[in-house]
């Protein structure tokens, strides 16, 4: 997933309206997350099976901060609302590292009460790697801060 950065922007409620519209139910689920002074925006993609991230700061006004996701018709929806191109790294946040944990969670307790041995499997591949990817960012963060 890469790391979509613009500057800081104020985001009108409409805009929001319009993001939403924009993705629809049949091929996006949206799921909003608030927690201290951010407002997060989960954006999870049926098709491609990937999740993008928008984090907003919240205040007077809500001012849109990045968004992680490799997801075209998101980035595209963004940068409409927004009226500036999102510039691209490849660096993944731990809250979108652990946003994608916690939904590949619920799709392995569904694939568990299923009894489906090879999606089971598979998600618990996923899980690993998401652990490891967790734990080396943490690191870093670790011996930065040394």
Not at 18 to 31: G, I, Q, T
Not at 57 to 72: A, I
Not at 103 to 126: F, G, P, R, V, W
Request: charged share 30%.
């Amino acid at each position: 997933m890469k790391k979509t950065t613009g500057k800081n922007k104020i985001v009108s409620k409409p805009a929001l309206r319009y993001v939403v519209r924009s993705l629809p139910d049949k091929d996006f689920k949206l799921n909003w997350n608030h927690e201290d002074d951010d407002s997060i925006l989960s954006i999870y993609d049926y098709k491609s099976k990937q999740i993008s991230v928008a984090t907003f700061t919240n205040g007077d006004q809500l001012v849109f901060k990045h968004l992680d996701s490799t997801n075209p018709k998101v980035i595209s929806v963004f940068e409409e609302v927004l009226g500036i191109p999102l510039e691209n790294s490849e660096e993944k946040t731990f809250n979108t590292l652990y946003l994608e944990m916690d939904y590949h969670l619920m799709e392995l307790h569904e694939y568990i009460q299923a009894n489906d041995k090879s999606k089971i499997k598979e998600t618990k591949a996923k899980l690993i790697l998401i652990r490891e990817k967790m734990e080396k960012l943490y690191a870093n963060e670790t011996l930065c801060k040394a």
